[in-house]
């Protein structure tokens, strides 16, 4: 027998059938925490990343990725030991369960870990595993690999410590931006000067307002094609390496992109920015 109930108000009020409201009752119960369809959807999300991991090619690719240092598909279709298009197709899977992110720049696309979580499940995983992943070997030159400009900034070793401690120190700062779910990533992570970052990179003689004034993006996360991990790109990079020139803290290698650190320069970078060099 059908029974009846009201919802709504005012006149808004209407008739609910009990097989109606059966299905309102059992949508709202499986909303709840603990509830057996929630629980049913986070066995399924987790058998998807195991999934996912365990397949040996996918799994030499995250562990490569552990160091922090960002990879060409190339670069981890030969630790993978399979062909680049075999390796597209492992990545598009890794980036399905939110296991990696893509980083576009220029012609190349570089991947990383997604997130400080897939790092630290990966970690956990090889602690029962008993083993470790092998460290990133650059093979850039030497005298290329410790400074050198990127078009008008700095890159590098030197770039990328510069670029970690401005963010430790809190003078720079991500700009927070609503970002959409899915497996799109952003290009680049766009920084903005912090009030104490302000005042202290003025104090150093960096022209702010001229930089912001410029039609380019003011700062952002370059990754360094050595060290694979970001330095400062930019207005900012740009006065940063003006400011480091013409205080002949560092200084240009005739005929090429090496920039060679001058005795002043390691004081200076060391006082001024914590770098030891």
């Known amino acids: 027998m059908e029974t009846e109930t009201r919802r709504g108000t005012g006149a808004e009020t209407r008739r609910v059938t009990s097989a109606e409201a059966r299905r309102v009752t059992g949508a709202e119960a499986a909303r709840q925490p603990g509830s057996p369809k929630q629980v049913q959807r986070v066995d399924d999300a987790v058998s998807g990343i195991a999934a996912a991991i365990g397949e040996p090619a996918r799994t030499r690719m995250l562990y490569c990725l552990m160091d922090g240092h960002a990879r060409t598909g190339t670069e981890l279709a030969i630790v993978a030991e399979v062909s680049p298009s075999t390796a597209s197709v492992h990545l598009n899977r890794l980036r399905s369960e939110n296991l990696v992110k893509v980083f576009s720049q220029g012609r ?116 360094d094609w050595s060290e694979r991990r970001p330095h400062v790109g930019g207005a900012l990079g740009a006065a940063l390496l003006s400011l480091a020139l013409s205080r002949k803290w560092l200084a240009r290698e005739l005929d090429s992109r090496a920039l060679i650190v001058t005795r002043l320069g390691q004081r200076e970078l060391h006082a001024r920015f914590g770098l030891d060099l």
């Open 108 to 223: 190349h696309r570089y991947y990383s870990l997604a997130s400080p979580n897939v790092a630290r499940a990966l970690e956990r995983l090889s602690v029962l595993a008993g083993g470790a992943p092998r460290p990133f070997v650059p093979h850039t030159p030497e005298h290329l690999r410790a400074a050198r400009s990127c078009y008008d900034h700095m890159a590098g070793a030197i770039a990328v410590s510069l670029h970690d401690q401005l963010l430790r120190s809190r003078w720079i700062e991500p700009l927070r931006r609503p970002g959409r779910s899915g497996l799109a990533a952003p290009r680049f992570t766009a920084y903005d000067l912090t009030g104490e970052g302000t005042r202290v990179l003025a104090a150093l003689g960096l022209e702010l307002d001229r930089a912001r004034t410029q039609r380019r993006r003011f700062a952002y996360a370059c990754l």
